[in-house]
Nanobody, 128 residues
């Protein structure tokens, strides 16, 4: 049974940093691309892909809001992915989800429908 478990969320102040972790089990993590998504409380805010990394780690994607502040990483030996978030703002407040899909050639990291397994999410709240 595949399981993804996020951790590291919490309540922080604007300007602070957080590192989210995504612990995977039940699969060969190194064969999967990893993405971090987020969804805010407002119903008008759609789920957004914040960052993603290919199964080899040689290709990454960052949303415009994440560029320069967030860094995605993976440690296949530990079956764990990470999202380092710096200079957080209240606009980053959301539930953050990690998701993976098995590496298939020519499927862009930004293809949300490709992600096969999802975690339960971790809440990040940034106060002003």
């Amino acid at each position: 049974q595949v399981q993804l478990v996020e951790s590291g969320g919490g309540l922080v102040q604007a300007g602070d940093s957080l590192r989210l972790s995504c612990a995977a089990s039940g699969l060969i993590f190194g064969n999967y691309a990893l993405g971090w998504f987020r969804q805010g409380l407002s119903k008008e805010r759609e789920r957004e892909l914040v960052a993603a990394i290919s199964w080899l780690g040689d290709n990454t994607y960052y949303s415009d809001s994440a560029k320069g502040r967030f860094t995605i990483a993976r440690d296949d030996a530990k079956n764990t992915g990470y999202l380092q978030m710096n200079t957080l703002t209240p606009e980053d407040t959301a539930v953050y989800y990690c998701a993976v899909y098995q590496a298939v050639s020519r499927v862009p990291l930004t293809t949300e429908s490709a992600y096969q397994y999802w975690g339960q999410g971790t809440q990040v709240t940034v106060s002003s």
